[in-house]
């Protein structure tokens, strides 16, 4: 029997978020987001992961007067907002058949609670999707990436009011209208799952406008507004945009037994089951009952409405997409060596290299998850997020040899082609960024992910000239024989 490969439709290409290669923060009627207020660090320490690295109100205040971006290094991006006919055509150069973007929900509505949209907003999307569309790039938009308009927050202490589920169906119905002609790819919350991780990125909650005591209740009621809006706006962009399709976005955080003790066995399985949680609200349609206990058990109270769960089962989504960058492990042993992962912490597994960054390299766990997930859920999945921030070094000549990026992601394709051939439905794969960009977590451009250079530094200076590395090249030639040259 033949091995097939991927589907020859397979599309291949790569993904970014608005508030981290956008820039042009405060032009053309952009209001302030979320992101807004995130400053530049070197590095998360283990406070940062093991709170929901927090923020008060007090910094809000000053973050929000300071005009400056130097220190706020999401402010300013990569400028993709006035030079993204430049990226686009790089990325078409590579082959791609796919970007996912998102939409920053405060260009189009700059305190969320406008009656009508901002129309220079509106249009610069518009523009950028036409000539995605001209240059055979399918767009998959993403309608809530870590963007939140700050006045919502504020206001509302973020997802925690169910007014904001309104805001949020509009700001959607908008979009599905204006760019129905454009987009048949959604994403409704990227990595739902994070509010636990980093609640006012997430979903605006500001930690010291929560109750006493009441901080976990705080981000599950956040949380379930969120799961309504997500069905909400499922259902009515299959109404809008016809043959549309909609997905549900997942923080893979495969984790393994750090011993075969039954204990360790134990622990890592109600950790996976958590983290299938989020998705499985979506995906199924209901609370998982272990979920449900949970509540119970630590006097979790969740007010919905009477027509909540009917809402949320009967507009579910039509895929998973998912990110995944590297796996953990977990022990009931206390004192373990930790190290960091995608905005959280686990136990450092000795058989796995890290990146500089401490991620754990783990090309096997992909192939793991996506057989996790398909099995679990029985949709197709697509990869949306999936890449290692590094230092890059420009050569004199001004080339750029990063073997080690190549490295990462041929192990990686093996996998994925295996699972594939195992036979998982995966209709895609967007690495994480395609070109350097802010990276989420530390706000550091000197951690980079692209195929393509952006000459910056971590306080903003440098040209801004864009530069193909060697695994440009490279990836190039894996499009262009659909996954079958790695080498």
Not at 7 to 18: D, H, I, R, S
Not at 134 to 150: D, F, K, N
Not at 248 to 270: A, G
Not at 446 to 452: A, V
Request: with cysteine.
């Amino acid at each position: 029997m033949t091995k097939k490969g991927f589907p020859k439709n397979f599309l291949w290409g790569g993904a970014l978020a608005a508030n981290q290669v956008e820039g042009a923060w405060n032009i053309d009627g952009k209001g302030l987001s979320v992101a807004d207020m995130a400053t530049y660090r070197s590095n998360l320490s283990l406070d940062d992961y093991e709170g929901h690295m927090a923020i008060s109100s007090d910094f809000i205040e000053k973050a929000r007067k300071d005009k400056d971006d130097k220190v706020y290094p999401k402010r300013r991006g990569i400028d993709f907002y006035h030079r993204y006919k430049e990226d686009l055509a790089l990325f078409a150069e590579m082959g791609f058949k796919v970007l996912r973007i998102s939409i920053a929900w405060s260009r189009i509505f700059p305190t969320g609670e406008e009656l009508e949209p901002n129309e220079k907003g509106l249009q610069f999307y518009e523009n950028l999707f036409t000539e995605m569309k001209r240059l055979g790039i399918e767009p998959i938009v993403t309608l809530s990436h870590y963007e939140m308009p700050l006045e919502l927050s504020l206001k509302y202490n973020g997802w925690v009011e169910r007014k904001v589920i309104d805001d949020f169906v509009l700001f959607c119905n908008v979009c599905f209208h204006r760019y129905k002609d454009l987009v048949k790819y959604w994403l409704t919350f990227n990595e739902i799952d994070s509010i636990n991780r980093h609640s006012f990125t997430t979903a605006g909650i500001i930690p010291d406008r929560c109750p006493e005591g009441k901080e976990d209740e705080t981000i599950y009621q956040a949380l379930h507004h969120q799961f309504v809006a997500s069905a909400l706006v499922t259902a009515n962009c299959h109404r809008i945009i016809e043959g549309s399709q909609v997905g549900c976005m997942l923080t893979k955080l495969t984790t393994y037994p750090y011993t075969c003790n039954p204990n360790d066995v134990e622990i890592t399985l109600k950790k996976n089951l958590h983290n299938y949680f989020y998705a499985d609200v979506q995906v199924f349609g209901e609370y998982p009952v272990m979920i449900e206990r949970m509540f119970e058990r630590n006097n979790i109270q969740i007010k919905m409405e009477p027509n909540d769960r009917e809402i949320l089962r009967n507009h579910t989504v039509d895929f998973v997409s998912f990110s995944y960058y590297m796996s953990l492990t977990e022990s009931a042993e206390d004192g373990l060596e930790k190290t960091a992962g995608n905005t959280i912490m686990g136990v450092k597994n000795p058989h796995l290299p890290s990146t500089e960054w401490g991620w754990q390299i783990d090309p096997v766990g992909l192939k793991i998850s996506l057989i996790e997930l398909y099995d679990r859920y029985k949709k197709p999945l697509i990869i949306v997020e999936n890449g290692m921030g590094a230092v890059d070094k420009v050569e004199e000549d001004g080339s750029i040899h990063d073997d080690y990026r190549i490295n990462y992601f041929r192990e990686h394709f093996k996998q994925m082609k295996e699972a594939v051939e195992d036979g998982v439905d995966l209709f895609g794969y967007t690495s994480w960024g395609p070109i350097d960009l802010i990276s989420a977590g530390t706000s550091q451009m000197s951690k980079r992910y692209g195929f393509i250079y952006v000459d910056q530094d971590d306080e903003g200076n440098g040209t801004l000239n864009r530069r193909r590395k060697d695994s440009f090249y490279w990836y190039k030639k894996v499009i262009e024989s659909n996954g079958e040259d790695l080498d």
